[in-house]
């Protein structure tokens, strides 16, 4: 078997131990026996120990977080839930990853409501005054990735979060790329919703995501996506009535891979255990050796680098000519070390399976492909 250094969490997680274990179990038990080894009550509970694990990550209560297969399905059925006005707007970025703003996309395109998009320089750097210029009194949603998973941008929320809530606007952000990497006190960030697909920074498999939605607008919320799960209490069958939960959870509507919200769970627990703080300064640092021995290699980052607006994903931009596809799949070839070519740029993103010796290896190899 090939022995791999990913050093792209921003892509997809070499899965935690712990959360591939469970999910196996998992998956084993049904092969083994159906229903008998997973029964009603399990799936009904099937959610419980991954809204239990991303509460404590999101210091919020288990009943502000419900858990879906993806980023994007959650995103969808909250952009159908909101279901932006016609006549007014919904403000985002160009350089967002296409599933933080494709959901809203279509529900404008049936409503008649506006997207506006702030753009960003050839770095990929959105000014966030541009964001915040573009917000009116027709702002019905501001949707933003916290982290910009191209070059490793941040935003500051609570600050998008005053400026919507000032227009009646609400944010909704899409944390796909900071969840796991950097501690989130959900209610502190004043974000409305905050959703992170499972298989990036938080270490889980495919399969399974977790959404946040907070108290203050939940309430008048219909999911955009139903299924008998949307009933309060799911087993009663019935398809003449629906009454939703009065939490989080009524954005759970059906059955996902249950495997993969329990080894979720079993991967959001390591990061709770290691404290987020401490995961943060880890990635950091070894952002930090990226970016030194990338100049010393005298390449350029692309990724913002003062302390508000960086993040543990570093994006370096290769000498004129040289592709950064081309040393994506060469450092993946000829060295087993992961990192991925995104807008032009090649993304470094480590995370807490990494050390300084995974980051001296890229740059060596870089260095060899270079010369
Ligand atoms: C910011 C962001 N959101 C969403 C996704 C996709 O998430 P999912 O596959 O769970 O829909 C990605 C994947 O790269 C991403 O970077």
């Known amino acids: 078997m090939p022995s791999w250094t990913n050093l792209s969490y921003a892509n997809v997680a070499t899965t935690s131990p712990a959360a591939h274990r469970v999910s196996l179990e998992w998956s084993e038990a049904l092969a083994r026996g159906g ?116 070059n490793g941008q941040r935003y500051d929320l609570p600050r998008f979060a005053e400026a919507a809530h000032s227009v009646g606007a609400v944010l909704i952000v899409d944390a796909t790329q900071s969840m796991g990497m950097l501690p989130i006190d959900a209610s502190a960030t004043g974000a409305d919703a905050l959703v992170s697909s499972g298989y990036k920074w938080l270490r889980g498999t495919y399969g399974a995501a977790v959404g946040y939605i907070s108290p203050s607008v939940r309430d008048g919320l219909v999911p955009g996506l139903l299924g008998f799960r949307s009933h309060a209490d799911l087993w009663d069958l019935r398809a003449d009535r629906l009454e939703l939960a009065d939490d989080a959870s009524r954005f759970e509507y059906t059955t996902i891979h249950f495997g993969a919200a329990l080894g979720l769970a079993a991967a959001v627990d390591e990061l709770v255990q290691m404290g987020m703080e401490e995961v943060w300064r880890h990635d950091l640092s070894l952002a930090d050796s990226v970016i030194e021995g990338a100049a010393n290699l005298d390449l350029k980052i692309a990724s913002p680098l003062s302390k508000a607006e960086r993040s543990a994903i570093v994006s370096l931009r290769l000498p004129e000519g040289v592709s950064s596809e081309e040393v994506a799949r060469r450092l993946q070839d000829e060295y087993g070390i992961l990192v991925t070519s995104r807008a032009g740029l090649l993304r470094v993103s480590p995370h807490i399976d990494n050390d300084d010796n995974d980051v001296r290896m890229l740059l060596e190899a870089l260095a060899e492909i270079l010369a």
Request: glycine share 6%.
């Open 35 to 150: 229903a008998a080894e997973f029964d009603g009550e399990a799936e009904k509970n099937g959610m419980i120990p991954l809204r239990r694990a991303a509460a404590r990550l999101l210091s919020c209560d288990i009943g502000d977080v419900c858990v879906g297969s993806s980023a994007t399905e959650l995103l969808c059925s909250l952009a159908w839930a909101i279901s932006p006005p016609s006549g007014s707007n919904i403000v985002s970025t160009r350089a967002s990853f296409p599933s933080t703003v494709y959901p809203w996309r279509r529900v404008a395109e049936e409503n008649g409501a506006e997207i506006r998009l702030a753009g960003h320089d050839e770095d990929l750097y959105t000014d966030p005054e541009e964001i915040l210029a573009l917000i009116d009194q027709d702002t019905s949603v501001v949707t933003l990735s916290h982290v910009e998973y191209s």
